[in-house]
């Protein structure tokens, strides 16, 4: 983990519809995480990042999938900037690097599929 990643406890409560973004908060200098669902199948967590913090470059062995949900993320795929904003979802392939920098504070939920 990140030295400045904290994780947040919970899953979603069964049958209750769920604001995604006020599930996880800002945290000043920090990216919070909180996973909601974990499976063989895969994984659905929630992030929450302030403006300067950044996830460096690395792989994942499957696709990802990052929908924003307040803010704007900037993504590197492959070497391309991807801008992605608010209500927008972005696919990171299997195997590709990518990295994650917050020039502002955003959140997103990223689904992991195996």
């Known amino acids: 983990m990140h030295d400045h990643e904290h994780e947040e406890a919970g899953g979603l409560a069964p049958a209750e519809a769920a604001d995604l973004a006020s599930l996880v908060a800002y945290q000043q200098g920090s990216i919070v995480s909180r996973t909601l669902a974990k499976t063989k199948g895969g994984t659905v967590t929630l992030f929450a990042f302030d403006a300067g913090q950044a996830l460096s470059e690395h ?12 803010g704007e993320a900037e993504l590197t795929i492959g070497g391309k900037n991807v801008p ?27 689904v992991m599929i195996r």
């Open 84 to 110: 992605a904003a608010a209500g927008q979802v972005v696919l990171m392939p299997a195997q590709v690097p990518h990295a994650l920098h917050a020039r502002k504070r955003f959140k997103m939920l990223l």
């Open 59 to 70: 792989t994942a062995p499957f696709d990802a999938m990052v929908h924003i949900l307040d």
